[in-house]
């Protein structure tokens, strides 16, 4: 899937609200980059969610309501966690693990 660049940085699609998640939901790890949501979330969500280019694979858009994008760095190694719907946005390079 394309993703939408500007000055260095990806947008990235998240749900951070509880109740249903986006990009956690979704058979397809890409939709976090979809260009055409990225617009959507950028002008304002209005209307309803343009799954049309999805055809019959449409993910579930529950999380959509609640969407937002944040921007990172290209390159970045990050993942998208869920708790009761709620995702947020972990950059691997920074989260700290513990060692055995």
């Known amino acids: 899937m394309d993703k939408v660049v500007e000055n260095g940085r990806v947008a990235v699609i998240f749900s951070p609200g ?3 998640g986006w990009s956690t939901w979704a058979d ?3 939709v976090c980059f979809d260009p055409i949501l990225v617009e959507w979330i950028r002008n304002g969500k209005n209307g309803e ?6 055809g019959d694979k449409a993910p579930y858009a529950g999380g959509l309501g609640q969407a937002e ?3 990172l760095l290209e390159g ?4 998208i966690t869920e708790y009761d719907g709620s995702e947020r946005i972990e950059v ?3 989260k700290e693990y513990l060692t055995a």
């Open 18 to 20: 509880f109740g249903a």
């Open 49 to 54: 969610p343009p799954l049309d280019h999805y």
């Open 92 to 94: 691997l390079d920074e």
């Open 69 to 71: 994008v944040v921007w």
């Open 76 to 79: 970045t190694r990050f993942e």
């Open 28 to 30: 397809d790890d890409n």
